[in-house]
Nanobody
Framework: VQLQAFGGGLVQAGGSLSLSCAAS????????MTWFRQTPGREREFVAG????????YYADSVKGRFTISKDRPKNTLYLQMSSLKPDDTAVYYC????????????????WGQGTLVTVSS
């Protein structure tokens, strides 16, 4: 299954943006789908994740209350709704998939989308 992320762009601080991640095939209920982000010189960090089967969600503390991860199972698409954006949210955002639990380390994932750039201006 290939993943394709899109929806990034330029937004002012305080604004909102929505990202999507479309899978080329079916995402099974034992999958965990996540969003990570990365800025130059820094490790790719966990942002949010969802268990595809039961919809349980997980968030990094830095985005809790501002970002919402969701899924559309029939469309095999993952979303990230971002609001109250800050300049520190500027990064390339990646979606990723693994079988099993939502984990917060990039090395636990072997299926990645190509990334979409989000730039938040101050």
């Amino acid at each position: 299954v290939q993943l394709q992320a899109f929806g990034g762009g330029l937004v002012q601080a305080g604004g909102s943006l929505s990202l999507s991640c479309a899978a080329s095939g079916r995402i099974f209920t034992d999958a965990a789908m996540t969003w990570f982000r990365q800025t130059p010189g820094r490790e790719r960090e966990f942002v949010a994740g969802v268990r595809w089967g039961d919809g349980r969600t997980y968030y990094a503390d830095s985005v809790k209350g501002r970002f919402t991860i969701s899924k559309d199972r029939p469309k095999n698409t993952l979303y990230l709704q971002m609001s109250s954006l800050k300049p520190d949210d500027t990064a390339v955002y990646y979606c990723a998939r693994r079988t099993g639990s939502v984990l917060r380390t990039r090395h636990d994932y072997n299926s990645w989308g190509q990334g979409t750039l989000v730039t938040v201006s101050s």
